[in-house]
């Protein structure tokens, strides 16, 4: 009994680690036209948002991956992020997720919008129809730097 007691607890401790690094993050990384910034676990497809530009275009398409309640795919839709005071709303439509199965929203945004919801505080909340997710802040101003040096 007290061997399986501590094969259970030396399972539950290795185990950790690789719990830790499934935690979401902040990262950005440059494309051949321009850059995404996300929120989400690295190299995975477990995202909650997205924003990527094209070299030169003032519009950054701004992509939630959430999932909606009661919104359908091509119905008008937005994305609305709040840091402390700060309140900006992105315009955009319901996308079909195909791997969920999950209707999406992916909206078009400036890139000052989007520093100022990034940059604003610790953490921000995330809203789309019928779902609203806080959001952690914390690496988002320095990857949003390296984001906005690839969009110019």
Known sequence: MRRAFIALSLAAVSAAPAFAQAQKTWSSFDTDKGAVLGFGVPETDDTVVTFTCERGNPVVLVSSRV?????KADEAAKIILTTGKVKKEFAG???????????DVDA??????????????????????????????????????????SCQ
Do not use: H, R
Not at 67 to 71: E, N, P, V, Y
Not at 93 to 103: F, R
């Open 67 to 71: 999932g909606s309640k009661g919104l």
């Open 93 to 103: 439509k319901g996308i079909a997720n195909q791997e969920s199965a999950a209707i």
């Open 108 to 149: 078009g945004g400036k890139l000052a919008d989007i520093k100022a919801v990034l940059t604003g505080g610790k953490s921000m909340t995330l809203e789309v129809k019928g779902v609203k997710l806080p959001v952690s802040l914390d690496g988002a101003a320095e990857n949003y730097a390296q984001f906005e040096a």
